[in-house]
C-alpha cells in the first residue's frame, strides 16, 4: 500500500491497472483501494494548497 501511495504521489499517470492488482494480491479489495486512493489523493491536493498559500512558513 505505502508503495502505491508513493507511485501516486510521485506520478499518478505511471499507476496502471497491475498496481490495483499488486494491490489485491496483498488483499485488499476495491473499495479500499478507492479509499486508499481518495485518501491519498486529498493529502496530495491539500498540501499543495496549504504549501502555495503559505501556511505554517514563517513572514
Same mark, same amino acid.
Given at each position: ?5 508513493? +507511485?501516486?504521489? +510521485?506520478? @499518478?499517470? *505511471?499507476?496502471? *491497472?497491475?498496481?490495483?492488482? *499488486? ?7 476495491? *473499495? ?11 493529502? /496530495?491536493?491539500? /498540501?499543495?494548497? @496549504? ?9
Amino acid at each position: 500500500m505505502v508503495d502505491y501511495v508513493v +507511485k501516486l504521489t +510521485k506520478d @499518478a499517470t *505511471k499507476v496502471w *491497472k497491475d498496481d490495483h492488482e *499488486k494491490l489485491r494480491a496483498a488483499g485488499f479489495e476495491d *473499495k479500499a483501494i478507492l479509499q486508499i486512493t481518495l485518501i491519498a489523493s486529498w493529502f /496530495n491536493y491539500i /498540501n499543495r494548497v @496549504a504549501d502555495s498559500l503559505g501556511v505554517g512558513r514563517e513572514p
